[in-house]
Nanobody
């Protein structure tokens, strides 16, 4: 069982930046691909980005490419997502998740989920 805890959410003005962190409970963290998903009010959860266990492979949904950067520090069992040039439409609860195998945008491939962190971008 991998426990994931997100932090770093908050309220920011449009054009601002935030960095989300996701701390994992065990050293096996380095064996998992990790992903970030988000869910806006009244909408379905959607994929944002994912990274392979080594950090070499990174994938992004089109709406965040060039603005968000996913990274990980396996020595600290921590996943990150730097979010720059934030827009009001980025407002959502952000979830980190762990998957065995390759990074993927398919939420059903993820076995473990955090509780979520609220990100609110004001216009």
């Amino acid at each position: 069982q991998v426990r994931l805890v997100e932090s770093g959410g908050g309220l920011v003005q449009a054009g601002g930046a935030l960095r989300l962190s996701c701390a994992a409970s065990e050293r096996a963290f380095s064996m998992y691909a990790m992903g970030w998903f988000r869910q806006a009010p009244g909408k379905e959860r959607e994929f944002a980005s994912a990274i392979s266990w080594s950090g070499v492979t990174r994938i992004y949904t089109n709406s965040v490419k060039g603005r968000f950067t996913i990274s990980r520090d396996n020595a600290k069992n921590t996943l990150y997502m730097q979010m720059n040039s934030l827009k009001p439409e980025d407002t959502a609860v952000y979830y980190c998740a762990a998957a065995q195998g390759m990074p993927t945008a398919r939420s059903e491939e993820y076995n473990y989920w955090g509780q979520g962190a609220q990100v609110t971008v004001s216009s």
